[in-house]
């Protein structure tokens, strides 16, 4: 049994309160480690340690707080295996999946802000024999970074490591989930030489300490990724304080593909982007709309595809599909696929429940599900499921799928399939989504933005726009 500690002032250490949480392996359904139930207590030791460290982090040259986040991205290189094998137990993700996707992105987000921010530029405004305006950008301060548990360690130092590169001092949450690899981080963090208090990783959850890091007046700024829900009530917790918030939220993302599309490159990326990580990605297509005349030929190939899916034990290399991440979360995905059935879909494949056996006896898996005949403005097309289940819907003009496509209140990612360069543009344009993949999906540039529109969030993540959010401009004017 492993017993994980909060870090705090540079130091692992124990919950305030002596109280520890279960973490379930979803492969077993068995519980391998205990975590700190932390709660307002141990988040305000968290604050006071960041305080005390604040003035001489944000004046450490911004060359030096580099140096230090590249060294963490050196180490979790180095320490690949092991944090793959840990986000895996934890998450019940393939192994090779981490050891491909998670654990390599988590350090290409600490190298990246690294020097990223040696390349923030200021600006500067001159009144030509009046006056000289230049802009400087201050670190916000303490900053309360909370990630969710579908990518735990990736989007987990997807924000912190922005935040510690513009100067800010960090209060972090993982989910309580899967919190397995940023307890592993933070002695990461410790073998680095991290100063004290710079970033302190509180674990437990959100009710407890999450909601003591939203309410606490120290803390300035708060990025969250996680439910749509979840976000509404940090904001309103927020916004009256006048926090800076960022929200990246919930997602119902579209398949557009048209008739004149590369149908096998556009069948096997629908099939990655409709089911990697068990479809618990928020930028995972769930509704594939096809232009009616390649409808069928795309449906073969595709429910073709599935079948290679293998659903088995997360450590085995031959296993496509691990566990869902939680009983709750896989009895949720159940309910949807019976609502499905109850909105009047024909079932495609998958829709039931494995049970392995051996040592995943006990394991939270489930067959990769399609549907074909749902109407678009139905439930399961409507509301974010966040499973292995995706639906089929032949389209007759682009007019018809870009209302279908807009018709949700999520508005975060979409992908296109189509040679024609011209639809491309204007369909994309069209689309009310803060991220449009043509011909490709998951295709991820660290300088571009990352967000959505409606219910899908506020704010944008990524590049010089995570180091805007953790920043404030100031503008100095000096008469000439």
């Not at 200021?122 to 201050?138: C, I, P």
């Not at 960022?246 to 004149?260: I, R």
């Amino acid at each position: 049994m492993l017993h994980f500690q909060n870090y705090i002032n540079g130091h692992l250490v124990p919950p305030h309160s002596g109280k520890y949480l279960p973490d379930i392996e979803p492969a077993t359904g068995q519980v391998f480690a205990q975590i700190p139930a932390s709660d307002a207590a141990d988040v305000a030791l968290a604050v006071q340690a960041a305080e005390a460290a604040l003035p001489a982090w944000r004046m450490l040259p911004t060359e030096e707080r580099g140096r230090l986040l590249v060294r963490i991205s050196e180490l979790i290189e180095r320490d690949l295996e092991r944090l793959a094998e840990a986000e895996s137990q934890d998450n019940g993700k393939p192994v090779g999946l981490a050891r491909t996707v998670d654990i390599p992105r988590a350090a290409s987000n600490f190298a990246f802000f690294g020097t990223a921010a040696q390349h923030f530029a200021s600006e500067t405004h001159f009144q030509q024999g009046v006056a000289l305006n230049y802009t400087v950008r201050h670190p916000v301060g303490i900053v309360g970074c909370i990630s969710p548990w579908n990518l735990p360690l990736y989007l987990f130092t997807w924000k912190i490591a922005p935040a510690l590169a513009a100067g800010c001092c960090v209060v972090a949450k993982p989910s309580e989930i899967t919190p397995y690899t940023a307890f592993l981080l933070s002695e990461l963090c410790i073998e680095a030489g991290l100063p004290p208090g710079v970033l302190n990783i509180v674990h437990g959850t959100g009710l407890a300490a999450g909601q003591a890091i939203v309410e606490h007046p120290g803390i300035k700024a708060i990025s969250f990724t996680g439910g749509t829900k979840t976000g509404q009530h940090i904001a309103g917790t927020a916004a009256p304080m006048f926090k800076k918030l960022s929200l990246e939220l919930g997602g119902k993302n579209p398949n557009l593909v048209f008739a004149d599309c590369d149908l096998t490159e556009a069948v096997a990326t629908s099939l990655r982007s409709s089911f990697s990580n068990q479809g618990q990605i928020c930028l995972c297509g769930s509704r594939i709309f096809i232009e009616r005349s390649i409808y069928e030929p795309f449906k073969q190939a595709f429910l073709a595809g599935v079948t290679t899916l293998t659903v088995g034990d997360p450590q085995e290399a031959a296993t496509k599909q691990g566990a869902l991440v939680s009983e709750a979360h896989l009895e949720k995905v159940l309910s949807y696929i019976e609502l499905a059935h109850q909105e009047g879909g024909k079932l495609l494949a998958g829709g039931q429940r494995i049970y392995l056996s051996g040592r995943c006896a006990g394991g939270y898996f489930l067959q990769p599900t399609v549907f074909e005949g749902l109407a678009p403005d139905c439930r399961v097309n409507q509301e974010e499921i966040f499973g292995p289940v995706v639906t089929l819907t032949a389209f007759d003009t682009e007019e018809q799928v870009l209302s279908w496509a807009n018709s949700t209140e999520y508005g975060l990612a979409a992908t296109i399939w189509t040679r024609d360069l011209n639809r491309a543009h204007r369909v994309a344009h069209a689309l009310h989504s803060g991220i449009v993949w043509v011909n490709t999906w998951l295709h991820r540039d660290l300088r571009t933005p990352f967000g959505g529109v409606k219910n899908s969030g506020v704010g944008r993540e990524g590049g010089l726009e995570a180091l805007r959010f953790f920043t404030e401009p100031q503008n100095v004017c000096i008469k000439l």
